[in-house]
Nanobody, 122 residues
Framework: VQLQAYGGGLVQAGGSLRLSCAAS????????MGWFRQAPGKGREFVAG????????AYADSVKGRFTISRDNAKNTVYLQMNSLKSEDTAVYYC????WGVGSRVDGYNYWGQGTLVTVSS
């Protein structure tokens, strides 16, 4: 499985961005997917996850109500719509394939994309 995340960039606080993660391989359709982020000097943290259908989702408390994860299995792509962005959302964002279902543990994911940088200016 190969993952390619893109869509990051520089945005002002209060703005929006949509990240995309294109996956290769049949594993994608059967797998839960997640988005994580890593800010400078900090560990990687869970942001959002979706099961194989996209019907079951989970979010970190810090992004609930602002971020939305979705997926299009026909396009092998998972998305992260980010609204009302804050300076603390600045980080490299990674998509990943889950070993099992939707979860927040980093070690629960076994395939990772290369990351895309999101910078929110205040």
């Amino acid at each position: 499985v190969q993952l390619q995340a893109y869509g990051g960039g520089l945005v002002q606080a209060g703005g929006s961005l949509r990240l995309s993660c294109a996956a290769s391989g049949r594993t994608f359709i059967r797998s839960a997917m997640g988005w994580f982020r890593q800010a400078p000097g900090k560990g990687r943290e869970f942001v959002a996850g979706a099961d194989w259908s996209g019907d079951s989702t989970a979010y970190a408390d810090s992004v609930k109500g602002r971020f939305t994860i979705s997926r299009d299995n026909a396009k092998n792509t998972v998305y992260l719509q980010m609204n009302s962005l804050k300076s603390e959302d600045t980080a490299v964002y990674y998509c990943a394939v889950s070993r099992w279902g939707v979860g927040s543990r980093v070690d629960g994911y076994n395939y990772w994309g290369q990351g895309t940088l999101v910078t929110v200016s205040s």
